[in-house]
């Protein structure tokens, strides 16, 4: 098992900046792993943000291109998300995920079932 926890949200003015991070315990090991973000919003389904691939290949959602910027520390088992400019439509709950790959999987899936494990979210809300 692993476990996610997300920390770094809060409220933040239109054009501010905030940084993400989620730290991973449990059966981590030299297991490799995809980390990604996604977000959700009440009514809507959870989506894609920002990945980054066990070997540091980045994908991110058209949305969040040139903005919000996805890094791994794997010494410390942290994935963060660093988001600037933020918009109010940036408001959501964003969690954390990873998915237990292998070594031949060099990509990062956008779609929700393709990660084994979620953090609990934290709130991110961008006021006007």
């Known amino acids: 098992q692993v476990q996610l926890i997300e920390s770094g949200g809060g409220l933040v003015q239109a054009g501010g900046s905030l940084r993400l991070s989620c730290a991973a315990s449990g059966r981590t090991g030299s297991t490799p792993m995809t980390m990604a973000w996604f977000r959700q919003v009440p009514g809507k389904e959870r989506e894609f943000v920002a990945g980054e691939s066990w070997s540091g290949r980045r994908a991110y959602a058209d949305s969040v291109k040139g903005r919000f910027t996805i890094s791994r520390d794997n010494g410390i088992r942290t994935v963060y998300l660093q988001m600037t400019s933020l918009k109010p439509e940036d408001t959501a709950v964003y969690y954390c995920?990873?998915?237990?790959?292998?070594?031949?999987?060099?990509?990062?899936?956008?779609?929700?079932?393709?990660?084994?494990?979620w953090g609990q979210g934290t709130q991110v809300t961008v006021s006007s």
């Open positions: 995920t990873a998915a237990v790959v292998s070594y031949a999987t060099d990509s990062v899936s956008s779609l929700t079932r393709d990660y084994d494990y």
